[in-house]
T-cell receptor, first 112, second 115 residues
Framework: QKEVEQDPGPLSVPEGAIVSLNCTYSNSAFQYFMWYRQYSRKGPELLMYTYSSGNKEDGRFTAQVDKSSKYISLFIRDSQPSDSATYLCAMKKQGGSEKLVFGKGTKLTVNP | DTGVSQNPRHKITKRGQNVTFRCDPISEHNRLYWYRQTLGQGPEFLTYFQNEAQLEKSRLLSDRFSAERPKGSFSTLEIQRTEQGDSAMYLC?????????????FGSGTQLSVL
């Protein structure tokens, strides 16, 4: 079992839809949870960052962390064609290693 | 802030050749990371520098791989005796000590193809 599991999709939605992306993980030592967005032929770009459990909102994006279920989510409201990209979840333990552990990424297409 | 710069963007080489990639981080960032990403996968951690000190290396970083950051600014990643399995996107990222390793700024990567 991989430490971080993410459905690779692809996911196709119409413009304006609410998008839900999620990851599960197996290692309870993860304390930092991130969502990165990656456009084709580009490096990942940090979208959301959450420490421990709870919700965080930034504009059209909401990140949720449920540590009891080892489940994290990213919601995109009023999705736009410019949101079409691969979304990667990433996690890090507190202390010790500086390594981020990434999911495989979910490829999202928002159709106009 | 010009972002993280990686050169070259693409490299095609024959199996058995040596290749070297360069990364220039954001100027005030003292932390520098190398990751590798293959098609359909998320990035995998290779190594991490704080200033010029290499503080962490992944088991993925075999003896054929070596990374340096001699003056705590730019970094190089060298792969000796390349193999077809080394074909991947090599990503460099940087961050500040304040943001630690969670908030990484990535470059656009060097795409390596080993024939």
């Amino acid at each position: 079992q991989k430490e971080v599991e993410q459905d690779p999709g692809p996911l196709s939605v119409p413009e304006g839809a609410i998008v839900s992306l999620n990851c599960t993980y197996s290692n309870s030592a993860f304390q930092y949870f991130m969502w990165y967005r990656q456009y084709s032929r580009k490096g990942p770009e940090l979208l959301m960052y959450t420490y421990s459990s709870g919700n965080k909102e930034d504009g059209r994006f909401t990140a949720q962390v449920d540590k009891s279920s080892k489940y994290i989510s990213l919601f995109i409201r009023d999705s736009q064609p410019s949101d079409s990209a691969t979304y990667l979840c990433a996690m890090k333990k507190q202390g010790g290693s500086e390594k981020l552990v990434f999911g495989k990424g979910t490829k999202l297409t928002v159709n106009p | 802030d010009t972002g993280v710069s990686q050169n070259p963007r693409h490299k095609i080489t024959k199996r058995g050749q040596n290749v070297t990639f360069r990364c220039d981080p954001i100027s005030e960032h003292n932390r520098l990371y190398w990751y590798r990403q293959t098609l359909g996968q998320g990035p995998e951690f290779l190594t991490y520098f704080q200033n010029e000190a290499q503080l962490e290396k992944s088991r993925l970083l075999s003896d054929r791989f070596s990374a340096e950051r001699p003056k705590g600014s730019f970094s190089t990643l060298e792969i000796q005796r390349t193999e077809q399995g080394d074909s991947a996107m090599y990503l460099c990222a940087s961050s500040t000590a304040k943001n630690r390793g969670e908030k990484l700024f990535f470059g656009s990567g060097t795409q390596l193809s080993v024939l």
